[in-house]
C-alpha cells in the first residue's frame, strides 16, 4: 500500500481539551477505487480536499453510505478496535442496498489497520475520548443518467472526540414525519436516510427538544429510533428494546449493551414497543429508565419524553441503574480496563 505522508501536521494546534464531535480530523485518510469490477488504488494520502466533477453521480442520485466505529488507547497505549468485522458487515450489508460494491476484509482492516498506525498520535489516552473513525462510499462515476454508477470511491477518515450530546436530553415522539418505511433504506447506513431526518429533527430543537422519537411510517403506534440512536426502555426491571426490522438500523452498539445486559442477568425483551405501553408505563411508574445506545453517543441517558402535551419526565435511578451499569461496563471493554469475556476488541 503506497503511504504518502502529510508535510505538516496539525496535531500541536488540536485543542484535546475542547473537541467537538465531528469538527477536527487528523492528518491522513485511506482512498480506494473501484472500476471494472475490482477494487484498485488503495493508500494513504493527507486529509485534503478530493476533486470532483459536477456530473459526479453521488451529487445527482445520492449512493452514499457510511459507518461509524471509533479506536481507543488502553493505559499501555495499545490501540484497540471495537467490533471492526461488524462494521465493515453493516457496510456490505448497504452497499448491497444501494447497488454499491462491497469491500473484500482485507482491503477494509488493511486500509483501517494502516490509517491508525500512521495517526496514532491522533488517538486520545483518556477515559472520556476516542478518536471516531468514518469509513464511506460514494458513487463518483461522471454520468448523470439514472441509473447505478460505474465507479465508486471508498474513504476512511478519523476525528478525535469527546461527549456527543451534552446536558439534557429531551425527546418528541414524531407523529407526522417517518425515518424510513418498511422495504426502504432504514436498515442501511445510507446518507439520505440521514438527510430525510433533518427538517423533522430541526423543527423539534426548534420547539426544545434534543431529537425525535421515530415511530412507524404507517401508524406512528409503534417507537422505532431516537435520533441516530437505537432506544431502550427499562420498565419494572426489565430491558425492551424494538425488534430490528428492515425500518431499524441493526446497531453495533445496541447489539453489545443487549449481550452485556442479559451476561450480568438482566431481563431482555427485543419486540415492538408501543407509544401507548410507554405512556401507560409511566402512568403507572414502571418506567424506570430510558436511553439512547449508538457508536457516537455509547450510552446516553433520556430526561425527557414528550408526548402531545404529555411530558414524561424520568428521574435518575441511583444506585441501581441500569444505563449506568452497562455504560460503564462497554467502556471498560472498549479501553482495555476489564477482560473482553465476548472477544469483541482487537488489539492493533
Not at 205 to 230: F, L, P, R
Request: glycine fraction near 6%; aromatic fraction near 10%; proline fraction near 4%.
Amino acid at each position: 500500500m503506497k503511504i504518502t505522508k502529510t508535510t505538516y501536521s496539525k496535531l500541536a494546534n488540536t485543542d484535546f481539551d475542547n473537541l467537538s464531535f465531528g469538527k477536527s480530523f487528523s492528518d491522513h485518510m485511506f482512498t480506494a477505487n473501484f472500476k471494472d469490477g475490482e477494487w484498485h488504488n488503495e493508500e494513504i494520502i493527507p486529509y485534503g480536499p478530493i476533486s470532483v466533477s459536477p456530473s459526479t453521480h453521488v451529487f445527482h442520485y445520492g449512493q452514499a453510505i457510511f459507518e461509524g466505529m471509533k479506536a481507543y488507547k488502553n493505559k499501555e497505549g495499545k490501540i484497540l478496535l471495537f467490533r471492526p468485522l461488524d462494521n465493515l458487515k453493516r457496510l456490505n450489508t448497504s452497499a448491497e442496498r444501494l447497488c454499491m460494491p462491497t469491500i473484500d476484509e482485507d482491503l477494509f482492516m488493511s486500509g483501517l489497520t494502516e490509517l491508525l498506525r500512521v495517526d496514532s498520535d491522533w488517538i486520545p489516552r483518556s477515559d472520556e475520548k476516542s478518536l471516531y473513525i468514518r469509513p464511506f462510499m460514494i458513487a463518483d462515476s461522471e454520468y448523470i443518467r439514472a441509473t447505478p454508477s460505474s465507479s465508486y470511491r471508498f474513504m476512511i477518515i478519523t476525528s478525535p472526540t469527546a461527549s456527543y450530546y451534552k446536558g439534557e436530553t429531551k425527546l418528541k415522539i414524531e407523529e407526522k414525519f417517518a425515518r424510513s418505511i418498511e422495504g426502504g433504506t432504514g436498515f442501511a447506513k445510507a446518507a439520505g436516510n440521514y438527510a430525510a431526518a433533518f427538517a423533522p429533527t430541526k423543527y423539534a430543537q426548534n420547539d426544545g427538544y434534543t431529537q425525535v422519537i421515530w415511530t412507524d411510517a404507517k401508524n406512528h403506534e409503534y417507537i422505532e429510533e431516537s435520533g441516530t440512536m437505537n432506544i431502550m426502555f427499562r420498565i419494572n426491571d426489565t430491558l425492551v428494546t424494538p425488534k430490528l426490522s428492515d425500518s431499524i438500523l441493526g446497531g453495533i452498539t445496541r447489539n453489545s449493551v443487549l449481550a452485556i445486559a442479559k451476561q450480568k442477568g438482566i431481563d431482555v425483551e427485543e419486540r415492538k414497543i408501543s407509544v401507548k405501553e410507554i405512556v401507560e408505563a409511566h402512568k403507572n411508574n414502571t418506567l424506570k429508565e430510558a436511553f439512547g445506545v449508538g457508536t457516537a453517543v455509547t450510552l446516553n441517558p433520556i430526561d425527557k419524553i414528550t408526548f402531545r402535551d404529555l411530558d414524561i419526565h424520568i428521574e435518575k435511578q441511583t444506585p441501581n441503574s441500569y444505563g449506568q451499569l452497562l455504560k460503564k461496563e462497554l467502556l471498560s471493554i472498549q479501553y482495555g480496563k476489564t477482560e473482553d469475556i465476548f472477544g469483541w476488541t482487537m488489539e492493533l
